[in-house]
């Protein structure tokens, strides 16, 4: 299967020499669900550029249950402190869902921002907005009730995956919204009455992502806006829509 960077939304906004400098200097690889392409407090020594794939990013400290921050496709970028020049992430970066993507060192990350304003741009615009995506998550884990960021996690999966029925087991739901499986069990019950979504053995379908969108909390909509944010504030924007 060839890989085309250009399906990386973030990449896709770059001019043709940054794009092929990054290109030269990284390596495709396959995400593998399960996969921890980030361990918090070790050296960082790649960012990850999907093509493909779903990747969550979870806090976890101490004997805390772990909880996604975020969920990260094709529309960013994994490892995002090494942007910055940094070397150690907080939290972990787990594939949940298979793909592909361009490995690049945490060094060639860095001195490409450096060097190339549209990437410079690209990233900065990228981190801002996790940074609100992060934000939003600490007020939707302390104020929004588990059916609406059950709600919340499922649309923005499907989203990145691009499909309404997909494989997700209750007890990672349980680890990436930090509850316990039998408080998944009720909240999931309670939308297959309401026949907004169908689920068995791991199997998940929804069935009416309108009437699910109506449970989430607003914690999607701001998602989908920082996740989009990237592009549309870019200067070349209209360049990067598909054609
Ligand atoms: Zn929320």
Redesign the pocket.
């Known amino acids: 299967m060839k890989h085309t960077l250009q399906h990386n939304q973030l990449v896709g906004l770059l001019d043709k020499d940054c794009h092929d400098r990054l290109l030269k200097h990284g390596e495709w690889v396959r995400l593998i669900p399960g996969q921890q392409l980030i361990t918090p407090e070790e050296s960082l020594d790649y960012a990850y550029f999907p093509v493909g794939g779903v990747v969550a990013l979870i806090m976890q400290q101490a004997n805390d249950k772990p909880i996604a921050l975020a969920l990260v496709g094709l529309e960013g970028m994994v490892g995002l402190v090494a942007a910055l020049g940094v070397q150690l992430e907080p939290y972990a970066a787990n594939v949940l869902s298979p793909g592909f993507a361009l490995r690049v060192s945490a060094k060639h990350v860095y001195t490409l921002k450096a060097k190339h304003k549209h990437f410079c741009r690209a990233l900065d615009t990228y981190i801002a907005g996790i940074h609100a995506r992060f934000a939003q998550a600490a007020v939707?884990y302390g104020q929004?009730d588990l059916q609406?960021?059950l709600a919340?996690l499922l649309l923005t999966y499907s989203q990145r995956v691009s499909a309404t029925e997909f494989v997700m087991t209750q007890a990672l739901l349980a680890n990436l919204l930090g509850v316990r499986r039998s408080g998944i069990n009720k909240a999931a019950s309670s939308l297959q009455d309401a026949q907004i979504l169908h689920y068995s053995r791991g199997q998940m379908q929804l069935l009416n992502p309108v009437a699910l969108l109506e449970k989430a909390?607003q914690?999607y909509a701001m998602d989908t806006l920082q996740s989009g944010v990237v592009i549309a504030q870019h200067p070349h924007a209209e360049d990067a829509k598909p054609h």
Do not use: L
Request: charged share 15%; aromatic share 14%; glycine share 0%.
């Open positions: 939707c929004h609406q960021r919340w909390c914690c």
